[in-house]
C-alpha cells in the first residue's frame, strides 16, 4: 500500500479545489475529502476487493465525508464532493478506450468504455447514497 | 406580500448563475424553489439544464422566464455565496430589489485568489494525479512543468473565444509533445506524466453527474452532460492521437 499516494491524493484534491475557485477556508476539508475517499479506494482494492467495489467504497465515503463537512462548515457538499471525487476520476479510462478508438481498436475501446460505464455507475450510486439518507441542512 | 412578478427575477438570476457556475440542475431547482418560497410564493415549478432554466412561480405558473447558459466554468466560492444567500433569504426576507443587487455582486465578485493561480493549482493537482497513476517521485518536476504549459495553453485558446473543443485538442496534443520533450531531454517517464495531464482535462466530472442526474431522474440534463463529455473527450483524444502520430508513438 503506498501510502504517499494519500498525500498526493489530499494534495490533488485541494489544488483543484483552489482552481475551481473554492473559498479558501473549505480547501483544506476538500483535501481531506479527497484523501478519505482515495483512502478507502486504495485501500480496499489493496485487500483485494474488486475495483468496482473500491470505487463505490471510494465514492461512499468522499460523499459521507462530504455532507459531514458541509454541516461543519455550513457550506454546500458540492465544495467538497466534486473536489474530493477528483482522484477516482475515471478520467484515465475514457481516454485509454478514445485513444482506442483512435488507434482502431475497436473491441479493445469497446472494452475499456463499457469498463468506464460501469465504473462510473458505481462512482454515482456510491455518491448517491449519504444525501439520501441525510437530512438537508439550513 | 410580494407578487410572482416581482419574485421570479430574483429566483431565475439565483438559479442561473448557479448554472453558470456550474452546480447541478437538482441543487439548482433546489434553490430557485427555496428562494420562492421564502417570499411566500408556494407553487413553483422549475426544470433546470446544463444550457438553460425555467422557471414559473405563481397560481397556475403564469408568471414564467426562461434563461439560457452558453458558459459554465467551476467556481465554488459563488455557489457557496449563493448558497448563503438563500439562507439568509428563507430567515428574513430582503426586499426583492435588495436580493437581485446581492446576487448580482456574487456575479461579479472576484476569486477568492487572482485568475491567474488557476492555471498552477491545475498543473498542481495534475502533477500529483502523476503520481497517483504510478509515477516516480522524480516525475513530478517534469509533469508540473508540462502541465503548466498544458494548462496556461488551455486557458489562452479559451480567452481567444474559440469553441472549447480546439481548446481541448490543443491541450491533449500539447500533453503529449510536453510529455515526449521532456523525456527526451530529462528521462522522466512518458506514460504517466501524459496521464496526470489528461486527467486533469478529461471530463470525468461531466461524466460522473451525467451518470449521478440518470439515476436522479434528470434525464435530459444526464444526457446533455453526456453528451459534453463524450465531445471533449473525443476532441482530447483526437489531439493526443495527432500528436502521438506526429511523433511516431501512437
Not at chain 1, 485509454?96 to 475501446?109: K, P, Y
Amino acid at each position: 500500500m503506498p501510502y504517499l499516494n494519500l498525500l498526493f491524493a489530499f494534495m490533488a484534491s485541494a489544488s483543484i479545489a483552489v482552481a475551481f475557485r473554492a473559498p479558501l477556508r473549505a480547501v483544506p476539508a476538500s483535501g481531506l475529502a479527497g484523501l478519505l475517499g482515495y483512502g478507502a479506494y486504495a485501500l480496499s482494492h489493496f485487500y483485494g476487493a474488486p475495483q468496482m467495489l473500491s470505487v463505490f467504497l471510494g465514492a461512499l465515503l468522499v460523499s459521507a465525508g462530504g455532507e459531514l463537512m458541509a454541516r461543519l462548515l455550513r457550506e454546500p457538499a458540492t465544495m467538497f464532493v466534486v473536489p474530493g471525487l477528483f482522484p477516482l476520476m475515471p478520467g484515465l479510462m475514457v481516454y485509454s478506450g478514445m485513444l482506442n478508438l483512435a488507434r482502431g481498436e475497436l473491441s479493445l475501446a469497446g472494452q475499456e468504455l463499457t469498463r468506464t460505464l460501469f465504473y462510473a455507475g458505481a462512482l454515482a450510486a456510491g455518491l448517491a447514497l449519504p444525501p439520501a439518507f441525510a437530512r438537508r441542512p439550513r | 406580500m410580494p407578487q410572482p412578478a416581482e419574485i421570479l427575477p430574483v429566483a431565475a438570476a439565483a438559479g442561473e448563475l448557479l448554472l453558470r457556475c456550474g452546480a447541478n440542475v437538482d441543487r439548482v431547482e433546489d434553490t430557485v424553489a427555496r428562494i420562492a418560497q421564502a417570499y411566500g410564493i408556494a407553487e413553483v415549478a422549475t426544470f433546470a439544464t446544463p444550457t438553460g432554466l425555467f422557471v414559473a412561480l405563481g397560481t397556475g405558473h403564469h408568471t414564467a422566464t426562461v434563461c439560457r447558459v452558453r458558459e459554465r466554468t467551476m467556481a465554488l466560492d459563488r455557489v457557496s455565496a449563493l448558497n448563503a444567500l438563500s439562507r439568509e433569504l428563507a430567515v428574513n426576507p430582503l426586499p426583492p430589489e435588495e436580493a437581485l443587487r446581492r446576487i448580482q455582486a456574487i456575479a461579479a465578485q472576484p476569486g477568492p485568489l487572482p485568475t491567474w493561480t488557476d492555471v498552477a493549482f491545475s498543473g498542481l493537482a495534475a502533477a500529483a494525479c502523476t503520481m497517483l497513476v504510478g509515477g516516480a517521485l522524480s516525475d513530478f518536476g517534469p509533469a508540473l512543468v508540462a502541465n503548466l504549459f498544458v494548462q496556461g495553453t488551455q486557458r489562452l485558446v479559451r480567452r481567444m473565444h474559440t469553441p472549447d473543443a480546439i481548446g481541448d485538442f490543443l491541450a491533449g496534443a500539447g500533453a503529449v509533445l510536453c510529455a515526449v520533450a521532456l523525456s527526451t531531454w530529462v528521462g522522466s517517464a512518458f506514460a504517466p506524466v501524459v496521464a496526470g495531464g489528461i486527467m486533469v482535462l478529461v471530463p470525468g466530472t461531466a461524466f460522473t453527474a451525467s451518470v449521478r442526474d440518470a439515476m436522479a431522474g434528470d434525464l435530459v440534463s444526464s444526457g446533455a452532460r453526456g453528451l459534453e463529455a463524450a465531445v471533449k473527450a473525443a476532441a482530447l483524444a483526437s489531439g493526443v492521437a495527432a500528436a502521438l502520430y506526429v511523433t511516431g508513438r501512437l
